[in-house]
């Protein structure tokens, strides 16, 4: 089982930044993609930005230029910096992980509980 605990959410001003981290703990074998999602009120879940564990980054469009993930695979931990943020950023942003638990094992899918960002204009 794999637990993801994320950290570095909180309210700031439009045009300022903020570092998400996520650290995943547990019995695995690998993570293979590491991501956030984000999902505001009224809103379905989606996706911010991924990171394979060679380092292939994906991005949404709307965050394209602004944010910034990466990873470190011998702390397992992936990061999102978020800069030049804007009111529309406001969610909770969870940590998403993709891995196995053994070299046999099909590959399964977890969530952390999130974290609130607030942008205020």
């Known amino acids: 089982q794999v637990q993801l605990v994320e950290s570095g959410g909180g309210l700031v001003q439009a045009g300022g930044s903020l570092r998400l981290s996520c650290a995943a703990s547990?019995?695995?074998?690998?993570?293979?993609?590491m991501g956030w999602y984000r999902q505001a009120p009224g809103k379905q879940r989606e996706l911010v930005a991924t990171?394979?564990?060679?380092?292939?980054?994906n991005y949404a469009d709307s965050v394209k230029g602004r944010f910034t993930i990466s990873r470190d695979n011998a702390k397992n931990t992936v990061y999102l910096e978020m800069n030049s943020l804007k009111p529309e950023d406001t969610a909770v942003y969870y940590c998403?992980?993709?891995?196995?638990?053994?070299?046999?094992?099909?590959?399964?899918?977890?969530w952390g509980q999130g974290t609130q960002v607030t942008v205020s204009s």
């Open positions: 998403n992980a993709k891995g196995r638990a053994t070299p046999l094992s099909y590959e399964v899918q977890y």
């Open positions: 547990g019995s695995f074998f690998r993570l293979n993609t």
């Open positions: 990171i394979t564990s060679g380092g292939n980054t």
